[in-house]
């Protein structure tokens, strides 16, 4: 069965594409069939990838909105296996255009199913914001969310309205949704602060904090830049070997 997993935490710079990008990346290199759905309109995840969204190419925003078929637009990365469903500039306004289509909450759920049998792990990269297009990935997440949070002071701040809004499409939308794990990214081993965070984020989510922790970085932040994901770029930094170990950390757990 396709393992379809949505990242997401309403705020930004807590490394969502990252652990999507690297995540897929390493899965792929494993022998798995991946696909990246793009669903930020600031088109992160498409960056990272090193894809780059011509004008009049297909997007996300032409599934969502246009009812273009999602193979059509499904482009091949630079890594064997790995595929992208890219984001555009165009998806900032989809939201306000969703409002009026039936079934709005289930456009992307709809969009996946005639690919599902081409991967055998699919990640929703979502946007900063608990908008439609959130709900949409979180509607789509048959086996999940993931949840990064970055090891700062104010780490658990929000996650209320992220685990209310898990709630409601679990009871409205969703009936399967689950929380697959958080992700604790961005740990700086040199303060007290970041193991502080860690330990009181695994006091209020007993059993649902993956092991790997992700560490803060620099090799991490450069490959996006160069339109590569940290396997390719610096596959020897400490960012390489941990999400290398994340990666093994889901196998495992499906």
């Given at each position: 069965m396709t393992r379809v997993y949505a990242l997401a935490n309403q705020k930004g710079g807590v490394g969502k594409t990252t652990t999507a990008v690297n995540v897929s990346a390493y899965l792929a290199a494993a022998g798995w069939r991946v696909l990246v759905v793009d669903t930020d309109p600031q088109a992160n995840a498409t960056t990272s990838l090193g894809v780059t969204v011509d004008s009049g190419a297909g997007s996300l925003y032409d599934v969502l909105?246009?009812?273009v078929p999602l193979a059509s637009v499904i482009v091949a990365s630079k890594r064997p296996r790995l595929d992208l469903a890219p984001s555009a500039p165009a998806l900032a306004g989809a939201e306000v255009e969703m409002v009026?289509?039936?079934?709005?909450e289930h456009l992307l759920?709809?969009?996946l199913t005639p690919v599902l049998s081409r991967y055998d792990f699919i990640f929703l990269d979502c946007p900063p914001?608990?908008?439609l297009l959130t709900v949409n990935a979180l509607t789509a997440a048959r086996s999940?969310?993931?949840i990064p949070v970055q090891c700062e002071y104010l780490a658990l701040e929000g996650l209320s309205r992220l685990?209310?809004?898990i709630r409601l499409v679990q009871a409205r939308l969703n009936p399967s949704l689950r929380i697959a794990g958080l992700v604790m990214t961005m740990y700086d081993a040199r303060t007290n602060l970041s193991q502080q965070v860690v330990d009181e984020v695994r006091r209020h989510f007993p059993g649902q904090v993956f092991n790997t922790i992700i560490p803060r970085n620099v090799r991490l932040s450069e490959a996006p830049s160069y339109g590569e994901t940290i396997l390719s770029y610096a596959p020897?930094?400490?960012g390489a070997a941990a999400y290398q170990a994340l990666a093994e950390e889901i196998l495992k757990r499906n």
């Open positions: 909105i246009g009812g009026g289509l039936r079934g709005r759920q709809r969009a914001s608990l908008n999940g969310v993931i685990l209310e809004t020897y930094s400490a």
